[in-house]
């Protein structure tokens, strides 16, 4: 698996006519890392469908950690692994906030996604009150601790809460701080199986600051949310990494 990783978060966003924004990304020439798109799950087929054959790879945003039954409104791993997607995002802080998502239940979806061919992007980070508290490096470990899978087939993104969706960033010794600290966990947890696990950086990454961000230590890519729906935007942050 290529370490470098753009990753794109479409939320809650996302009609079938902003397919076009993946058809104009889809002109530019390959990049030198792997692209992630993960749309809402009612556009997953349609646009891994898009993408079918080219260089960005499809996603959704959240999974059961059952296959099928009695959950209404839920979708399986194997029902996104149907609809074309090779990635599942698990534990975004909005799952965890909005539907009272803990690690033990991030697992139980992460086990899901590998046994549905599924790579889990597992997020982590620190709600602002945390870091103020100087507890970032104990939640981010806990988090590791308790939502990662028995194998290290995955992709962990280290999103601060306060920084998602808000315009600011920690410092870049501060992403530095953390991802090292990630990745000496991994190394600890999975031996030498670590050194594939892309970490991405996620929280108001733009254009105008992903060159920066992606120049510190142990960060492999981003993991993008606003800036992902448009072409221009996220073009130009897969061109900086
Ligand atoms: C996200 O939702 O994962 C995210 C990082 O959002 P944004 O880039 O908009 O801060």
């Keep these: 698996m290529a370490r470098k990783l753009a990753a794109g978060n479409w939320k809650m966003n996302g009609l079938s006519a902003d397919l076009a924004e993946i058809r104009t990304l889809l002109q530019a020439p390959a990049p030198g890392c792997g692209v992630l798109v993960c749309p809402a799950a009612t556009l997953v087929a349609a646009m891994a469908e898009a993408c079918a054959g080219s260089f960005v790879a499809v996603g959704g945003q959240d999974c059961h950690a059952a296959a099928k039954g009695a959950h209404t409104g839920d979708v399986s791993a194997p029902m996104l692994a149907d609809a074309g997607a090779s990635h599942v995002i698990l534990g975004h802080s909005e799952r965890r906030a909005d539907h009272g998502e803990d690690d033990a239940l991030v697992k139980a979806k992460a086990e899901a996604a590998l046994a549905a061919g599924l790579l889990p992007v597992i997020c982590v980070g620190e709600t602002e009150a945390e870091r103020d508290a100087g507890e970032t490096l104990a939640v981010v470990e806990a988090q590791l601790a308790g939502s990662l899978p028995e194998t290290a087939g995955l992709v962990i993104a280290y999103e601060p809460?306060?920084?998602?969706?808000?315009?600011?960033t920690p410092?870049?010794?501060q992403i530095a701080e953390v991802h090292d600290a990630m990745r000496a966990t991994l190394a600890a947890r999975f031996?030498?199986?670590a050194e594939d696990i892309p970490l991405l950086y996620g929280g108001s990454v733009k254009p105008g600051n992903a060159a920066e961000i992606f120049a510190v230590s142990n960060v492999d890519g981003?993991?993008?949310g606003g800036a992902s729906l448009k072409a221009a935007d996220f073009g130009a942050i897969i061109t900086a990494l």
């Design 161 to 168: 809460v306060w920084a998602i969706g808000t315009g600011r």
């Design 171 to 173: 410092t870049l010794e």
């Design 191 to 193: 031996g030498a199986a």
């Design 222 to 224: 981003a993991l993008v």
